[in-house]
């Protein structure tokens, strides 16, 4: 499987229509996160495994797949939350839903019911390392120092370099930034970000710090 090819399907899709029409009447993704992650803390795992395992095991999900650019036009819907809900509605309003984009799918395919619509994939389906060096040559070049087959390093010696270039990552700049009107300040603040092969990197903590080690890892291997 290359970059842009769409996501293999294992049982039938469910959309509502059978083409491509959202299908409410599945459960709740927040429920199905409660039912399976939700317990009372400090709990020992019986195979004696940490939360590195999962957060590892993620990184290499994200290894062979990506499907988190979104389609255009855009389409927003909603995944529906329990009143109640300690996190998302702690106010009992019982009107609170978390809003998601719909993920980007091939443009020939959602057109019958012959022709469900298939999402597509951003990745490889080989442990490759392109969480870490990327399947884009543009982006990868950015990334490269082109000296001894190295990642480029930033002002900190075994650290990526900021985002001067403004790769397109996912994390949009603070939101009191838009408060306060500062438009310039905006489109600036995105050089703040470490540049990383995923554009959803400075999203989640864990996966920064991890794709850094690999990062300094490779360094190291090179240099030695």
Known sequence: MYPGSRLFRQVPSA???????????MPSARDLSNLVF????????????TAMFA????????????STEVSCPLEMHHIAVEKCDP???PKCSGKTKIPFLRAQYDKSTGQGINNPREQINHRTSWIDGS??????EPWLNIMRSFKNGTLREG??????PLNAERLPLINPPPPQVHRNGVIESARAI?????SLTVSYSDRELFHLFNRRGWFEGELAFLNE
């Not at 995105?190 to 470490?194: L, P, T, Y």
């Open 55 to 66: 957060f590892f095991s993620q990184m290499v999900a994200y290894e062979i797949l990506q």
């Open 87 to 89: 996190i998302f509605d």
């Open 190 to 194: 995105v050089s703040i970000f470490v």
């Open 155 to 160: 002002f900190m010696k075994g650290y990526p």
């Open 131 to 136: 969480i870490l060096y990327s399947v884009q």
């Open 38 to 49: 939700k317990g009372p803390d400090g709990i020992r795992n019986s195979r004696n495994i």
């Open 15 to 25: 959309y509502l229509d059978g083409v491509y029409r959202m299908n409410y009447s």
